[in-house]
């Protein structure tokens, strides 16, 4: 609902601008059609899923495949057999869990605004709070909606969606800052939890990628402090390094490998459309 419409527009411009052209489309959803049913339903009447297709698609997907195929080579495995969790954390955020080589669970659900706290948007809350607030401050549909995905998430708490300001005011002493970064580092292991469950404790490996999962050791620090005995120990010098392209972070004896490695999704989309085309 919120990007279809842009994209169409793209499409519409490039078929009179480049008439005769084959136009590919490469859906940032496509990664989680790989999920079981009993991921990507939703306990709502059947008949929702039926009529209008209800249910958790993903987002991101485009990185988070990239991002496995990348894992698997670090590794030196076949991506067939790859278990492991990726964090896609920036702006907009998600994880996704990934068994034998494809998702099998993912943040994001029929929209972007599910799972994580984000930027701007206020990821999984309580569905009863649409309403509630929609009576209570008189908000139409489209303005609760702009609520959730324009004005939540950490510039709702501290009033910053980049966490280079966030970091900076937690320096100041600012107490709303320093919530907003326990909220984020709460939602994330909240799920990196689930995810190593649902992978019977045995993911090969946890990934950070994306403007936050790259660049910022301290939230790094902070989603993987006290996992230990999960078999997570960071390798907190590594950490702190910055370093191109895709390295570990966790100790020599971490039982689960901690990754940094970076995304690269034109690139994924890229090569999708060369598949599509079949060159």
């Known amino acids: ?162 966490m280079r300001d966030v970091h900076a005011e937690i320096e100041k002493g600012n107490k709303r800052a320093a919530l907003a970064l326990q909220m984020l580092v709460r939602s994330i292991r909240k799920t990196l939890g689930a995810y190593i469950f649902l992978l019977d404790g045995k993911p090969d490996a946890i990934v950070f990628t994306a403007g936050i999962g790259e660049n910022d050791p301290i939230v790094r620090a902070a989603v993987c402090e006290g996992l230990e005995g999960l078999g997570i120990k960071l390798d907190h010098k590594e950490n702190d390094t910055r370093k191109p392209g895709a390295r570990t972070i966790s100790t020599p004896d971490s039982r689960i490998r901690v990754l940094v490695i970076p995304t690269d999704e034109e690139l994924e989309i890229a090569e999708a459309t060369l598949r599509v085309l079949g060159k």
């Open 1 to 162: 609902p919120l990007h279809n419409p842009a994209n169409l527009m793209g499409i519409e411009v490039a078929e009179k601008l480049f008439p005769g052209v084959p136009n590919v489309a490469v859906f940032d959803t496509a990664f989680g059609m790989g999920m079981p049913p009993e991921a990507f339903m939703y306990a709502l009447p059947y008949e929702l899923y039926e009529e209008l297709k209800i249910r958790r698609y993903g987002f991101h997907g485009t990185s988070h495949k990239y991002i496995a195929r990348k894992t698997a080579e670090y590794l030196g495995k076949p991506q067939g057999e790859l278990n492991s969790v990726t964090m896609h954390l920036g702006n907009g955020s998600s994880m996704s869990c990934v068994k034998n080589g494809t998702c099998f669970d993912t943040s994001m659900g029929l929209t972007p605004l599910e799972g994580l706290i984000m930027g701007t948007r206020c990821g999984s809350i309580d569905p009863a709070i649409v309403p509630f607030i929609q009576e209570k401050k008189g908000y139409s549909p489209a303005e609760a909606d702009a609520v959730m995905n324009k004005k939540s998430g950490l510039l709702g708490i501290c009033g910053f969606t980049d």
